[in-house]
């Protein structure tokens, strides 16, 4: 009896995947989520030690991994020398784009210091951008030299489902470019397709500060009642992966955000 050709299960099998943002959080589960599928994974972050303890972490879960990880580390926390970081990561997990990228999924963020409208300065936004708004449309700036360029490839940023219903004193943190420009960048990277997941309140390590009071208001506001677990936004991913027919869209994951 002839071996069955799984189409679906085995559809990311031995592509290679950059992951912005992979050792933690979110990007730590996407990283998680790749090597299940048998994808080569490239993390990349701007603490090399944390990089090391990913693939060693990555490793322990599974010990018969097949996937290859890659680590590289790059600062994109500041406009001085972005560029040229980006450029050196690209070139060198792509051998100089011999090896070129099937799939790049921006997780990657910092810990915002913006406060209240009355108190902003024009210094204090532009610091919060570089991260989460200006270093995704400078990675697309060079993606194009050593991505695939097919529509079987995808580039996924990630946004908040503050910029559609803020909390009460966060408007600052609402003004964010990044889902107009995925939107934009689908149809300048065309056929690469290009997509935005949009995450609700998801328990990871960055929620260990928050007090059990404002946890269980989250939850509330929810209608499964319960914050997200990494693993369920990871799918999220995988789909903007495997949907070779999706482009220029936001995915909502927030379990239900609807009622406050």
Partial sequence: MATPSYKFINKLQGKRVLIFGGTSGIGFAVAEACVEHGITVIVSGSNPPKLLATV????????????QII??????SSKEGLESNIQNLLSTVTDGAKSKLDHVVFTAGDTRSMTSVSEVTVEQFERNQIVRNIAPL????YLPEYLEKSPDSSYTLTGS?????????????????????????AVDLAPVRVNLVAPGVIKTEALKSLPEQALAGLT???????????????????????DGFVTGSILHSNGGRLLV
């Avoid at 060693?56 to 996937?67: A, E, R, V, W």
């Fill in 56 to 67: 060693q972490c990555l490793k322990s879960s599974y010990p018969k991994i097949t996937s």
């Fill in 71 to 76: 680590t590289h580390a790059c600062d994109l």
């Fill in 138 to 141: 400078i990675i697309a700036k």
């Fill in 161 to 185: 489902f503050i910029t559609t219903k803020p909390l009460p004193g966060w408007g600052l943190h609402a003004v964010s470019g990044v889902e107009g420009m995925s939107r934009g960048l």
């Fill in 220 to 242: 509330n506001a929810t209608t499964v009642k319960r914050l997200g677990r990494p693993e369920d936004i990871a799918e999220a991913y995988l789909y903007f992966m495997k």
